[in-house]
């Protein structure tokens, strides 16, 4: 009982929202809410609201320190105070269109918006019965599924009728879709279309990014060698400057400080340098905002398994989970097909293999992922079930790999230039 509480107290899915330019502009929070045996009993939709505020922080979250938080309400709990629980300054209430306008609804809107909050409405149709909650809103959020242009081009007018609340586009599955919204008059999107390649069949992993995926080849041997890799470090000012930035920080509380590259390395340990240094390496390679996104949920990815791997019985492959993880989204990183992307990779070739589609051992971690991060919660079940892990493994696992990235996103040792 106490592992099935744990469970549904921390499985919340976060997925980032974008504005026109591809910067985070926030992040949806969604949580277990079904009742099936593999999702959270919740007495009330409610007591799930209340759930995300106490389990997840309500802003800094993921790779932008800025970034706005929404998070879904029932009415009831709307006109209750819950909302409150959260930060103004970074709170988006999401209210469902097809919630009752009541005189108690209404009044609660007025007061949240009067203390700072910001409302969004779900599932924006323009029905004539829900003007008062268009009025309230500061945004509408538009479900793309199964719309063309004509469909959506209406919707915006009506939108345009209520107000000047945003236009926010969810579902959104590939670039296509993202730019018919950008036209329509969209300026946040929500969706799958980040995590896709935009191939460019001309594209070529370049000289540069070639040299820094040969750091892995030196970091990913059995035996630690800490000359070779304190060379190549020293050679790389920008590693080595971030290098001992991070080892000199307080989450390390080293009783000297460390001043040498060959010094940081033998003190902190192989395995930490290791880590530290693969995320690192892939935030460099790809520095837009969009691939600092995908960086974050690779190492994301990268933590879960590997620590559900050592709760679960997978103690010796719990490395190899953590490459599969931290590279299972190089390419929509690079925008090639990830055939080509693995060619580069100093990794064994069932790894290649499950990175590429393929069904092996792997495939089921990369599907226990996806499912998660789609808050397909039945599944989330149906596959822990597979691995033979406990949800309650699973649960603690994907809260500690929050943890473990945000500690690791939240600080200048990431960043692509010393500052």
């Known amino acids: 009982m106490d592992q099935e509480r744990t469970y549904e107290n921390v499985f919340i899915a976060r997925q980032p929202i974008f504005d026109e330019v591809g910067k985070t502009w926030g992040y949806m929070l969604l949580f277990r809410d079904s009742q099936h045996a593999t999702s959270a009993s919740f007495t009330d939709n409610s007591e799930a609201t209340m759930r995300v505020l106490a389990n997840m922080p309500m802003c800094n979250l993921g790779t932008s ?31 469902e269109e097809n919630e009752d306008v009541s005189p108690e609804l209404v009044d609660a809107l007025q007061s949240i918006r009067e203390e700072g909050y910001k409302v969004a409405i779900n599932n924006y149709q323009g029905l004539p019965d829900k003007e ?37 586009a969810k579902r959104v599955e590939n670039i296509d879709v993202q730019r018919m919204a950008k036209k329509s008059g969209c300026s946040l999107f ?49 590693i080595s ?20 590259i060959k010094q940081a390395v033998v003190l902190a340990g192989w395995k930490p340098i290791r880590n530290w240094l693969r995320v690192v390496i892939l935030t460099d390679l790809t520095p837009s905002e969009k691939s600092r996104e995908l960086t974050y949920l690779s190492a994301h990815r990268a933590k879960l398994f590997e620590t559900a791997a050592l709760g679960g019985g997978y103690e010796n492959i719990s490395d190899k989970l953590f490459m599969l993880g931290l590279f299972s989204l190089l390419d929509a990183m690079f925008d090639m097909e990830m055939k080509e992307v693995v060619k580069h990779l100093p990794i064994d070739d069932s790894l290649k293999k499950a990175l590429c589609g393929a069904e092996n051992e792997y495939s089921e971690w990369l599907r226990l992922a996806f499912a998660i991060e789609n808050s397909n919660w039945e599944e989330v079940g149906h596959t822990a079930r597979a691995l033979n892990l406990l949800p309650g493994t699973v649960a603690v696992s994907y809260q500690h790999a929050f943890t473990w990235a945000d500690s690791f996103f939240g600080t200048d040792y990431s960043s692509s230039t010393p500052h």
């Open 65 to 95: 320190p800025d970034a706005g938080v929404m998070v879904h309400f029932p009415a009831e709990s709307i006109i209750k105070g819950i909302h409150r629980a959260m930060r103004s300054d970074c709170g988006v209430i999401v209210l």
């Open 132 to 168: 008062e909650l268009y009025k309230a809103a500061d945004i509408l959020i538009v479900d793309l599924l199964d719309k063309n242009q004509g469909d959506l081009a209406a919707l915006v007018k009506k939108a345009k009728e209520h107000g000047n609340a945003k236009l926010m």
């Open 190 to 238: 929500h969706g799958f279309y980040y995590k896709k390649p935009e191939v460019d069949s001309a594209r070529k992993i370049s000289s540069n990014e070639i040299t820094r995926l040969k750091l892995f080849e030196i970091i990913e041997r059995d035996e630690p060698d800490f000359d070779a890799l304190a060379q190549a470090v020293e050679a790389d000012v920008s």
């Open 241 to 260: 400057y971030r290098l001992l930035g991070f080892l000199n920080s307080a989450s390390f509380g080293f009783a000297t400080t460390i001043t040498s």
